[in-house]
């Protein structure tokens, strides 16, 4: 089974506990860190980087 590297995302709030965690790849997974065994949220390259341009246009 291939394990999946997961890391804190940059755009998480530093010490107000909303964090999410992301594994990129050919998919990138998204998923709650308090709640890792929860639903995880799976997007495609080409919506991981529309994603990622539409919080920085915030």
Do not use: F
């Amino acid at each position: 089974m291939n394990q999946r590297k997961w890391h804190k995302s940059s755009y998480s709030g530093g010490s107000s506990g909303h964090c999410v965690e992301v594994s990129e790849g050919p998919e990138t997974l998204i998923r709650d860190t308090k709640h890792r065994d929860a639903a995880t949220l799976s997007l495609g390259a080409r919506e991981w980087v529309a994603l990622l341009a539409d919080i920085d246009a915030l």
